[in-house]
C-alpha cells in the first residue's frame, strides 16, 4: 500500500505514523494493491481531525473524516468508518456476481474494420467471449463499473427488466444504453 501521512498544526512522531498506518493496513484483506492511502491529522486547542482517502487499484475512492478530542481515538473511528466501506462494497460486488436467478447470457464481439485499400467487404471476428447480464439497479450498475474499472458494463435493469448498457463518458459522466423490445 502506498501511504502518504501529512502533520498540520501539530509535531509528527513516529508512534502516530506507525499507529495509523497499522489501522489502515487492514483494508489490504479486501482489495490487491496498488492501493494509496492519504492521511491527514491536524490539531487545534481542543480538537483533533483525521483525514483519509483511499483510492483502490481500479481508480474507485473511498473518504472518511473524524474529530474527537483525542487523535488516537480519531485515527481508531476512522479507519473504522473507511472499513465499513470498503466491507460493504465488495460484499455488493461479491453478491452481484454469486447472484445466478434471472442472469442473462450476452455475447461480447470485437471485430476489426475492413482496410480501405482491400477488396474484403467484411470486417474480421478478432475476439469473441460470452458474458453474463446480472439484474441489478442502475446506482449499483455505476458502483460496479467504478470497482471493476471498466469501460462499459452490461446487466438487466431491475426497474423495467430490460437489457441495459452504462458506458464511461468524458468527466464524471455515464451513458445508458437501453435496450427495448422489437415490436412487428
Known amino acids: 500500500m502506498q501511504f502518504s501521512l501529512t502533520f498540520r498544526h501539530m509535531d509528527a512522531t513516529e508512534a502516530l505514523k506507525n499507529y495509523t498506518e497499522e489501522r489502515l493496513q487492514r483494508i489490504k484483506k479486501y482489495f490487491p494493491d496498488p492501493i494509496s492511502c492519504n492521511v491527514v491529522l491536524s490539531a487545534s ?101 467504478n470497482l471493476l474499472h471498466k469501460d462499459f458494463f452490461v446487466f438487466l435493469n431491475d426497474d423495467n427488466g430490460q437489457l441495459s448498457v452504462l458506458y464511461r463518458r468524458e468527466g464524471d459522466e455515464f451513458g445508458l444504453i437501453e435496450a427495448g423490445v422489437a415490436k412487428h
Open 45 to 145: 486547542p481542543l480538537r483533533h481531525r483525521v483525514d483519509v482517502t483511499l483510492k483502490l487499484h481500479n481508480g474507485f475512492q473511498v473518504a472518511g473524516h473524524e474529530t474527537t478530542e483525542n487523535m488516537y481515538s480519531s485515527i481508531d473511528l476512522v479507519a473504522a468508518k473507511i472499513e465499513r466501506q470498503v466491507r460493504k462494497y465488495k460484499d455488493k460486488l461479491r453478491n452481484h456476481k454469486g447472484r445466478d436467478g434471472g442472469r442473462m447470457p450476452v455475447t461480447h464481439s470485437v471485430v476489426t474494420e475492413p482496410a480501405e485499400d482491400t477488396t474484403e467487404p467484411a470486417s474480421a471476428l478478432v475476439k469473441r467471449e460470452q458474458i453474463h447480464a446480472d439484474p441489478m439497479t442502475v446506482t449499483d450498475a455505476i458502483m460496479q463499473i
